[in-house]
């Protein structure tokens, strides 16, 4: 388990470390929640410095890009996503392109190039419980 600064859990998968990638879950909350998968993850010194991170909430999913301290939200799609009932999600990365699926429904596509180097991946729990089974995360 790795802290990225803001009081959130992060696990990342041991020895993956990608660039184009799919990862996908089932992921659950409570209501407050919003979990994530994660993706190129980057370290230094143990502390994480940059990533990307697929967030579901109530309301619809989110891709925000974390770098240089900040967080950076670069797509929201509304569509309802019911607390306590397991939802499944996924991104494809591949080059400057993020396509993020909830429910085997695409949302929208994201592109941009502010991290583009290869990096670990994993999950990454905010805003209240979260609930995260059958990760895979793949190379492309």
Not at 29 to 57: C, H, N, W
Not at 86 to 103: E, N
Request: with cysteine.
């Amino acid at each position: 388990q790795v802290r990225d600064g803001s009081g959130v859990s992060v696990g990342l998968s041991d020895g993956f470390n990608a660039r184009d990638l799919s990862i996908e879950a089932k992921v659950n909350y409570s209501g407050r929640g919003a979990p994530a998968l994660v993706f190129r993850v980057q370290e230094k010194d143990g502390e994480i410095t940059g990533m990307y991170a697929a967030a579901l909430f109530a309301d619809g999913v989110n891709v925000w890009r974390f770098s240089d301290g900040r967080w950076m939200l670069l797509m929201t799609q509304a569509v309802p996503m019911a607390p306590r009932t397991p939802h499944s999600l996924r991104a494809d990365v591949k080059g400057d392109s993020i396509q993020v699926y909830a429910d085997g429904e695409r949302m929208s596509e994201v592109i941009d190039d502010g991290l583009v180097a290869a990096g670990r991946a994993g999950i990454r729990a905010t805003d209240g419980p979260c609930k995260f089974s059958g990760l895979r995360v793949t190379k492309r």
